[in-house]
C-alpha cells in the first residue's frame, strides 16, 4: 500500500540537507552521538519515576490515557537520524528499546499514520507494539488520504485495513481523519462525506474496530465551526490540535481549545515545542524561565503549560532520541501544573518571543517536495536559528557584524546546497495553500534570498 501512496501529499519528502530540519524540529546535533542543543540537565541528574506518570480519563470510553503520548514521525534510523528527514531504514532495535522504556515509565499512547516516516512509521510500531498484551497500549493512527486515488471509498478503506494490518491490532482506539482544514470545506467533503466514508468509519465506530473516532485540524475557524455544528451528527471524540503557550495568545490555539471544552470534546495536542523553537529560546528568553526553574530544562516549561490545561487527554511528542524521552517524561511524572504567575511569566516570554522576526515554521514538510528543488524547512531553520543568536546584524554599523555575516553565510551555504536555496524560488505559489501555520512562502524566501544578497555585497 505505501508504494502506492502519492509521496507530496504525505509531506514524507526527504533531500540533501534537511538534517537541519530535524535539527530544528527535535533540538538535536546532526552527529554520531546527538546531544540536545539546550541542555537537559533533569534526564541526567534525576532518577526518573516508573509509577509516577500522570493520567487523564478519556470521557468518551473512560480510557486512563497517559499525559505524555509517544509521536511516531520522527522514528530513529540506523544512522541515527529522525526517518522523517533521512532516507535512511528504521532502527528497529532503538524503535523496540524506545517503545520499551516509554512503558515501562508509564507511557501508554503510541500516534503514528500511513504518511510518517516514508510510509514505515505503522509497520516499525506494530513490531515494537505486539510485543506487549494489547491492554497494555493505546493506539493512534489516520485516514492520511490526500493523493487522488486514495480519496475513492475503496481506496481510503484500504488505507484503514492496511493500518490494521500493518499494527498488527484488530482494533484502533483512536482514529483520526488526518489535516481537516488544508482546502477547506470543499477538500473535507471530497475527502470524507461525498465518498461515503465518514458513514462508513462511524459504523466501524459502532462496530467496536475503532473505539474513539477525531480528526487533526490544520485550519481557520470557518470550517472548524462547520464541523462543530455538526458535531450533533458526527459526535466526534477528540481532536488534535496545535496548542502551545506561544499559539494560545498568538493564534487560534485558545479559541478552538475553549470550543472543544464545550462541546465536550477531549483534546490532543501537537507541536507543544512549535517545531522545536520553544525548546530553543533566545538566551534572554531562557533565561527569565532558567532562573525560575533552574533545575529543569526550558523544554519541560511547554509541556506544562499545555498539560496544565484540564481538557487536555493527552500531549504528543515526535521523540527520537532516548533524552527527549527521558526529560519529556519526568515533566509529566507527576505534572506539576503551572502556578498562576507561571502562566503570568510564559505569556510575558510569548509576547517578547513574537517580537522576534522569526519565520513560524514548526518544520512539519507540508510544503514539501518543492518541484523546483528548494529546501523550505532547512532554509527557515538556518534564518532563526541565527536570528536566535544573534547572528542577523540590521546592518555593517553592528559592532557584531563581521562575525554575525560570516556565521549567516558560511552557515547558510553548510545547511542548504547552493541549488535548493532560496534564490531559485519562482514564486509559484503551490507551497501555500499546504502551510498550516499560513506563511507566505514565497514572500519570505524572497526576503531571505535579498538579505544574503546583502549580506554578499555589503562587508564592511
Known amino acids: ?60 470510553t473512560g480510557d486512563k490515557v497517559s499525559l505524555l503520548g509517544y509521536g511516531c514521525m520522527r522514528l530513529p534510523t540506523t544512522s541515527q537520524t529522525s526517518a522523517r528527514e533521512s532516507e535512511d531504514e528504521i532502527d528497529q532495535e532503538m524503535v523496540n ?51 487522488p486515488d486514495t480519496q475513492t471509498h475503496d481506496g481510503s478503506i484500504a488505507m484503514y485495513h492496511n493500518s490494521l494490518k500493518e499494527l498488527q491490532v484488530d482494533y484502533i482506539d483512536y482514529y483520526l481523519l488526518h489535516g481537516i ?10 475527502r470524507y462525506v461525498n465518498n461515503g466514508l465518514l458513514d462508513f468509519l462511524m459504523e466501524e465506530r459502532k462496530a467496536g474496530r475503532i473505539r474513539n473516532l477525531g480528526f487533526s485540524y490544520h485550519g481557520d475557524f470557518e470550517l472548524f465551526n462547520y464541523i462543530m455544528e455538526h458535531q450533533d451528527q458526527y459526535k466526534f471524540d477528540f481532536v488534535l490540535y496545535q496548542i502551545n503557550y506561544v499559539d494560545w495568545k498568538y493564534s487560534n490555539a485558545e479559541y478552538i481549545y475553549n470550543q472543544l471544552e464545550s462541546h ?12 522545536g523553537r520553544l525548546s530553543k529560546l533566545p538566551q ?73 522576526p522569526l519565520i513560524p515554521c514548526t518544520a512539519c514538510q507540508y510544503c514539501m517536495p518543492c ?24 546592518n555593517n554599523q553592528d559592532p557584531n557584524y563581521a562575525k554575525a555575516r560570516r556565521a549567516f553565510l558560511v552557515g547558510y551555504d553548510r545547511s542548504v546546497p547552493k541549488l535548493r536555496q532560496a534564490s531559485h ?26 538579505y544574503v544578497e546583502k549580506l554578499k555585497t555589503e562587508k564592511f
Open 97 to 147: 528499546k524506545l517503545t520499551d522504556y516509554a512503558i515501562e515509565h508509564g507511557v501508554n499512547l503510541f500516534d503514528t499514520s500511513p504518511a510518517y516516516c516514508k510510509g514505515k512509521s505503522e509497520h516499525a510500531m506494530g513490531i515494537a507494539l505486539s510485543r506487549y498484551p494489547r491492554d497494555k497500549y493505546f493506539v493512534s493512527t489516520k485516514l492520511s488520504n490526500f493523493s
Open 284 to 356: 534572554h528568553l531562557a533565561q527569565k524561565l532558567q532562573e525560575k526553574r533552574p533545575e529543569k530544562s526550558i523544554a519541560s516549561w511547554a509541556f506544562r503549560f499545555c498539560g496544565s490545561l484540564p481538557n487536555t487527554l493527552s500531549v504528543l511528542s515526535g521523540m527520537t532520541y532516548m533524552e527527549h524521552l527521558q526529560d519529556n517524561i519526568l515533566s509529566y511524572s507527576p505534572l506539576e501544573p503551572c502556578s498562576d504567575s507561571e502562566l503570568e511569566l510564559l505569556q510575558n516570554v510569548a509576547q517578547q518571543f513574537m517580537e522576534f
Open 425 to 450: 524560488c519562482i514564486g509559484c505559489n503551490e507551497c501555500v495553500s499546504h502551510c498550516p501555520q499560513g506563511i507566505r512562502i514565497p514572500q519570505k524566501l524572497s526576503d531571505i534570498d535579498a
Open 371 to 394: 518541484k523546483y528543488g528548494i529546501d523550505i524547512p532547512g532554509i527557515f531553520a538556518h534564518y532563526n536559528k541565527c536570528v536566535n543568536e544573534g547572528n542577523n546584524p540590521p
Open 264 to 275: 465536550g470534546i477531549s483534546v490532543l495536542i501537537m507541536e507543544p515545542l512549535l517545531g
Open 1 to 60: 500500500m505505501a508504494k502506492d501512496i502519492n509521496r507530496r501529499q504525505f509531506l514524507e519528502i526527504a533531500g540533501a540537507s534537511v538534517i537541519t530540519t530535524a535539527i530544528a524540529s527535535t533540538g538535536c546535533s546532526s552527529d554520531k552521538n546527538p546531544v540536545t542543543s539546550e541542555k537537559i540537565t533533569t534526564s541526567s541528574n534525576t532518577e526518573i519515576p516508573t509509577d509516577k506518570m500522570t493520567y487523564r480519563i478519556n470521557k468518551s
Open 181 to 190: 482544514g488544508m482546502g477547506g470545506l470543499d477538500a473535507f467533503n471530497q
